[in-house]
């Protein structure tokens, strides 16, 4: 007896569930070069040609002087913004003690009160305090900071690997520039390319177009944010507003569960401007990110944002920090392949479907 039809749809979303995991898994870290060279070119892929049409300069030197200005300006970009991140993080650590002496004061005045709200012996709430204090710094100490010092000696190691990924780049976007249209015509030619092009063209529209909102949004978040904390002139302006960028991108939580209970702290502490300042902040974030996701989506994705979590928590225990961004992704991958070859279903639990 042949296999039903739901029989066969679900074969095909754990086929594909199971392919979209091994291929990130094992096959993704092993052409990430070649696709972020692949990149590089079809962004100076103009500019090379510009320059063979009108200054009559070959391809393969064309291609060679515009990968290394992009390398450039890219790099001296990241260099500048990092050198800012990493200045206001020193900060940021050596004051610790301050910020630490100044939240264990207001903490202690908070515990007092309560102490005289439920008729409690005084010092009850901070004893209770202390000792889940206690705990938590146990566990930072046996348990986060062996493996922070894990991944940094792992993050040294891996730095000759990062250089010579760097070059390979470099030479792979140098002969897809020279080369790339004969890499496409002999796709076209090959026996796959109407099947992976079918899934390729739907994904073009599903999955870069998540990627390019979610890094439109988080940039444009990012430099307001950094933008109010430098009118605020705080000293980890760039520090809190990449925080806060990345934050937001998280469904339903969002910038407000900084930005409001900060703002609730500056009305408490009489300090309305910078309360004004923070309210306005995440008024303006929300209104970005409400405006410009179904802009730039419109209903391309079609994903519930408990899905969404749900695939970033997942990316993320599976992949590490790559996972906020490949959870999505890959879920996006699913839905599209499955309704490719399986036809609609309310399996993926999509906004249109449910």
């Keep these: 007896m042949g296999l039903t039809k739901k029989q066969k749809k679900l074969l095909i ?36 040609s510009m320059l063979h049409r009108k200054l009559k300069v070959p391809l393969a030197l064309g291609g060679g002087i515009g990968v290394l200005l992009f390398l450039s300006i890219v790099c001296g ?13 020193v900060l940021f650590l050596r004051n610790i003690p301050v910020y630490q002496a100044y939240l264990t004061s207001q903490v202690y005045g908070v515990c007092s009160g309560c102490d005289r709200l439920f008729n409690k ?25 062996p493996k922070i010092t894990t991944q940094t000696l792992k993050f040294a190691v891996n730095t000759v690997e ?16 020279k080369d790339m249209e004969e890499y496409k015509e002999g796709l076209r030619k090959s026996e796959f390319y109407p099947a992976v092009h079918r899934i390729t063209k739907k994904l073009s529209e599903t999955g870069i177009a998540y990627l390019k909102t979610q890094v439109v949004i988080m940039s444009i978040i990012g430099i307001l944010c950094v933008i ?17 960028a990345i ?4 469904p339903v939580l969002g910038s407000g569960l900084i930005l409001i209970p900060w703002a609730l702290v500056m009305l408490l502490s009489k300090n309305f401007f910078a309360a004004a300042v923070l309210i306005t902040l995440y008024i303006l974030c929300q209104f970005i990110r409400e405006f ?17 979590l749900m695939s970033m928590y997942i990316g993320l225990q599976l992949f590490g920090v790559f996972g906020f961004f490949l959870g999505p992704l890959g879920l996006v991958i699913i839905r599209t392949v499955v309704n490719t070859y399986a036809g609609d279903t309310k399996i ?3 906004e249109e479907d449910s």
């Excluded at 109010?228 to 806060?244: D, S």
């Design 162 to 177: 990062l250089f010579a990924g760097i070059v390979i780049v470099i030479v792979a976007a140098i002969l897809f520039v």
């Design 292 to 308: 410009l996701e179904p802009k730039l989506l419109g209903n391309k994705i079609g994903i519930q944002p408990i899905y969404s």
């Design 348 to 350: 993926l639990f999509t």
């Design 13 to 48: 979303i754990i086929g594909t569930i199971i392919a979209v995991y091994l291929g990130f898994e094992y096959l993704l870290p092993l052409f990430v070069p070649f696709l972020l060279a692949y990149f590089i070119a079809w962004i100076l892929r103009p500019f090379v």
């Design 77 to 89: 970009i990241i260099i500048y913004i990092g050198k800012i991140l990493v200045e206001q993080l």
């Design 121 to 145: 012996d005084a010092g009850h709430s901070w004893n209770m305090l202390s000792k889940g204090s206690e705990a938590l710094t146990e566990f930072v100490q046996e348990v986060l900071l």
């Design 247 to 250: 934050f937001d991108a998280f």
């Design 228 to 244: 109010g904390f430098w009118i605020l002139k705080n000293p980890y302006a760039l520090l809190i507003g990449v925080g806060i």
